[in-house]
């Protein structure tokens, strides 16, 4: 018997996958780099602090 | 984007005129040949062509110099305290000079570097020189996990040679392992194949050298089942949940935090990174001054957000300059196959510091992976199938 999963369920698990990847990625590593910046000596040798932010995410719907 | 591509084009006639724009430089109208059979025009070969090319930025004159040292982005503001909750914060603004272009920055704070100072059209234009990307790599590193260079040629000889016996593969057995002078059978004595050739099959995560700390990790999803809570129902008793958690394997990621040291601390490309965002302005002859946006290192938001770090916290000592690395996202599902349901759904990290020109090349490598997400697996839609 073949039997598949409707729509709105697919859709529903690529929408939680996404946000369950999203929270691994962000780690707390990565939060912690946020908010107190990374110290690191750069490649021309002046030691800065680096402060990550996210300027764009250019990305579809990956639910649809 | 506008104002400099209109006066990009002006900068190879600025030794003519500084007033021409754009508009004077197109080619005369084509006149008597259009309307009938006319001469042949001969053209010339595009090498002889004087074209008038788009240029990229203009290299930058280099800040003036100030009699008496100026205070250096290092370090943070000086502020004057007004009240408990109000501080007045003094920013040095610094103006560079004007280029051929009339284009002109205004720094907060003095730079550190303007990387694409002096920088000409050429270097914009051409591709990165290959392999200058990545640090050369230790011998044994190289190797790994094969302990010296006999055992390696004779290793990738057997898996690079194909999976059946030719000539050809006995020819080179011959060439490239038993005759290279740095081929020793001696070294071969004591060496555990099995053992290498299971290294070798383990991702590269898990090696000492190279790998770029890949890890794969398991997300759990809850997927709702549908059925309502009873109290009767013992099952959702127990479980105080309708939701099923499901584990999905596969994805694939790697530290953000690791990715910027790597690029801005080991890259090539890092020396062309801009650390200190700036407002550009063009002022043309009898023209008003205009602001010029290009590029995310002069957005508002970029100096909005650079000042508000320089304001926060500091430890006492702490005076080394801060700067903003600018994650740039982009993902999308790719279809790896023609045909059929190959699928990978990545996510790219491209870094704003570096300029559009130069992150535009596929030679810059400037596309950094992120991560690989799982798909909604095989296992979950029949499980799903049962299920519903």
Same mark, same amino acid.
């Given at each position: ?49 680096? #402060?990550?932010?996210? #300027? ?9 | ?10 900068? #190879? ?13 197109? %080619? ?24 008038? +090319? ?21 370090? %943070? ?36 570097? =303007? ?27 190289? +190797? ?104 999905? %394997? ?58 508000? =770090? ?12 801060? &700067?903003?690395?600018?994650?740039? #996202? ?50 979950? &839609? ?7």
């Amino acid at each position: 018997m073949d039997v598949r999963a409707t729509d709105a369920l697919m859709t529903h698990c690529r929408r939680e996958i996404y946000h369950a990847a999203l929270t691994t990625i962000l780690d707390n590593e990565f939060v912690t780099a946020w908010t107190s910046g990374i110290l690191m000596e750069c490649y021309d040798g002046v030691t800065r602090r680096i #402060f990550p932010r996210i #300027f764009t995410w250019s990305a579809d719907y990956p639910e649809k | 984007m506008d104002s400099t591509s209109g006066d990009d084009a002006g900068s #190879f006639h600025s030794h003519l005129n500084d007033s021409l724009g754009a508009d004077e430089l197109q %080619p005369a109208a084509v006149s008597d040949e259009a309307m009938g059979r006319g001469k042949r025009k001969k053209r010339l070969a595009p090498k002889l062509r004087q074209d008038v +090319l788009p240029d990229g930025q203009a290299p930058l004159p280099p800040l003036r110099q100030s009699p008496t040292p100026e205070v250096d982005e290092t370090g %943070p503001r000086s502020f004057l305290q007004i009240r408990q909750n109000l501080r007045l914060v003094f920013t040095d603004i610094v103006h560079t000079t004007v280029n051929t272009f009339g284009v002109s920055r205004a720094y907060y704070g003095r730079p550190t570097c =303007i990387p694409d100072e002096y920088m000409t059209v050429g270097e914009q234009a051409m591709p990165l020189v290959a392999g200058q990307r990545h640090q050369p790599r230790s011998l044994r590193a190289t +190797l790994w996990p094969y302990p010296n260079i006999s055992a390696w040629r004779l290793g990738s000889w057997f898996w690079g040679g194909g999976d059946t016996k030719s000539k050809a593969g006995f020819k080179d057995l011959v060439k490239s392992v038993l005759l290279s002078p740095d081929f020793n059978v001696r070294e071969l004595s004591d060496i555990r194949w099995d053992d290498i050739d299971e290294m070798l099959a383990k991702d590269a995560g898990n090696q000492p050298y190279g790998g770029e700390g890949w890890k794969e990790t398991a997300i759990t999803i809850s997927i709702p089942t549908g059925v309502k809570k009873k109290a009767s129902d013992a099952r959702a008793a127990n479980s105080g949940a309708t939701s099923h958690m499901m584990e999905i %394997p596969g994805l694939w990621h790697r530290s953000i935090v690791a990715l910027i040291r790597s690029v801005f601390c080991d890259d090539p490309a890092a020396q062309h990174l801009h650390f200190n965002p700036f407002k550009q302005y063009w002022e043309g002859p009898g023209s008003t001054k205009q602001r010029v946006r290009d590029e995310l290192f002069n957005s508002n938001a970029w100096i909005r957000e650079h000042e508000a =770090i320089q304001h926060g916290p500091r430890d006492p000592g702490d005076l080394a300059p801060r &700067c903003i690395a600018a994650l740039m #996202f982009w993902s999308d599902a790719t279809h790896l196959a023609q045909f059929g349901q190959a699928k990978l759904w990545p996510i790219y990290l491209y870094f704003g510091n570096q300029s559009k020109w130069l992150r535009c090349k596929p030679s810059a490598h400037a596309c950094h992976h992120v991560a690989y997400l799982p798909g909604v697996c095989a296992t979950l &839609c029949s499980w799903a199938g049962l299920m519903y």
